[in-house]
Nanobody
């Protein structure tokens, strides 16, 4: 079992940057693909980044490609989301999630594919 705790959210002006962190418990962190999701009020939860197991690729949603960067440090059991050029539309609760399943290309972007979730951290971007 994996427990996930996000941190790093807050209030930032448009054009600014934030870095979110997600600390995972357990000794098998490297065996999980990790995802970053967000959910704005009244909207569905959206997958932003999927970071596959070490050696695998990282995939980005078109909405954040070029602005957000996902990474993982397996020695620290931590996954990061660096967010640059933030826009008011990026305002949402951001979640990290862990997927124990190796998936084919094109899969791994839906909420139900992730088994473990953090509690979420609020990101608010003011105009």
């Amino acid at each position: 079992q994996v427990q996930l705790v996000e941190s790093g959210g807050g209030l930032v002006q448009a054009g600014g940057s934030l870095r979110l962190s997600c600390l995972a418990s357990g000794r098998t962190f490297s065996m999980y693909a990790m995802g970053w999701f967000r959910q704005a009020p009244g909207k569905e939860r959206e997958c932003l980044v999927r970071i596959n197991r070490p050696g695998g690729a990282t995939y980005y949603a078109d909405s954040v490609k070029g602005r957000f960067t996902g990474s993982r440090d397996n020695a620290k059991n931590t996954v990061y989301l660096q967010m640059n050029s933030l826009k008011p539309d990026d305002t949402a609760v951001y979640y990290c999630a862990a997927d124990p399943t190796v998936r084919a290309a094109g899969l791994g972007y839906r909420s139900f594919e992730y088994e473990y979730w953090g509690q979420g951290t609020q990101v608010t971007v003011s105009s």
